[in-house]
């Protein structure tokens, strides 16, 4: 076991953000954010917790713990539309005075037999911190999965990076070949990974595939220590390479000097998406369960607008996504980048606000020019979502919107299915990371909103809250 995160020997990095801010409606009517289909926190919050360590609140992003499961949104009735959008208003269970708004997204499924040809190149650290066994052998086999599922119209490269970065495999179809190139791989000495990420990236160019999938799976512990370690300019290399239609998954492994923050962020620049792989389990999830969503991208650069109406909402805060927050300016602006959708990809997003004549967060302000609507005074909606995407080949965003209705709020009932498993979801994330407007709400009461949950992967997450109760020295008792 890797010594406790905090201590001089652990050197794991997280970019941890502060819990968002409450919002006025009347002083910042709109929130707009990029979305967010990584799911990397998640994994790796299970994994602090099932070694019995306390998890570090920097490691928590509570979009990232929601979008880990799949919930009931309809799918899309065209691609032409790339995916669905539904919304539903429930009660607060840790608040009376306050509902919760759900935003779901749900892109359209591709079948293997119509994905495009991809172009992949498998970018393994086998430096010497991989030399673990939930490092190096579990990449290996986490990759010989995935061999498995590629059609002869896809092409596989390995480049390899440790004191230097060599190719170990030149392009192949041939899913034996990848096996046995993997498992000559052997772990030793340091981390020249800058090297490796642009010998990555010009094997992909040379071997492009024009209308094909063409992306860089960079399987690490993210702890670059040789070459090229400068933020920016790595970054740069990751932008520049992604403007010209090479992707960046970034799939993270391993425990003590875990980086991340740099896995997180490269990941977001690449235009691809974020997993922590703590067990052949979840590498089956990503990797072959979700290919297609790991791969095919369906919608680029989607985004969020809600514009509140002061007449029916007084206050809200947007439950995670607090790197993901964008300016209102942006939501317009073409050229801003923004979040990536794939195919079979769902993206969830959880408002809490306040409705006009319920207690806010804040008192009341003591100038009468300060002060909200008092009361409700009419309309049909309490809010207006917006969302903005371009297709894969698009340069122009196109707008999707709907409203919903003031009413909603006046009936809204506690949530139950699944709107009761997301809002479980939401409260556990921000618990762990000491949401302090969760009240008193216990990992106890987290555990009875999803006490219906079905599936393994749901179940797990209720023995989890059991598990973070323990942590938190207030035992989950059976219901």
Known sequence: MAPPYGTPSNTERYAGQPVAAVQDV?????????????????ANVRRFLREGQPVPAEAVRTEEMINYFRYDYPRPRTTAEPFSVT????????????????????????????????????????????????KLPLVKSALTMLADRLTPRDRVSIVVYAGAAGIVLDPTSDPNAIKAALTCLDAGGSTAGGAGIALAYATARQHFVKGGINRILLATDGDFNVGLSDNKALEALV????????????????RGNYNEAMMEHIADVGNGNYAYIDSAMEAR????????????????DVKVQVEFNPAAVRQYRLIGYENRALAEADFTNDAVDAGDIGAGHQVTALYEVVPVGMEGWTDARRYPANRPVGK?????ECAYVKLRYKLPDGTTSREIARAIPAARLRIAAPPTGDMAFATAVAAFGQKLRGDPLLARFAYADIRRLAADAKGPWRQEFVELTRVAGLHDGKPVADD
Not at 109 to 134: E, H, K, Q, Y
Not at 285 to 300: C, G, P, R, Y
Not at 376 to 380: C, L
């Open 26 to 42: 009347a002083a910042n009517p709109v929130s707009t954010f990029s979305v967010d289909v990584d799911t990397g926190a998640y």
């Open 239 to 254: 932008k520049r390479n992604r403007d010209d239609g090479i992707t960046l998954t970034t799939l993270g492994f391993g």
């Open 87 to 134: 919304t539903d208003v429930a009660t607060t269970p840790w608040n009376p005075d306050t509902r919760l708004i759900r935003i779901g997204l749900r892109g359209y499924d591709i079948a293997t037999d119509r994905r495009p040809p991809a172009n992949l190149v498998f970018l393994v650290d086998v430096s010497g911190s991989m030399d673990m066994p939930d």
């Open 376 to 380: 409700a005074t009419g309309g049909t």
């Open 285 to 300: 999830k990503v990797l072959d369960d979700e290919l297609s969503a790991t791969l095919v991208t369906i919608a680029k």
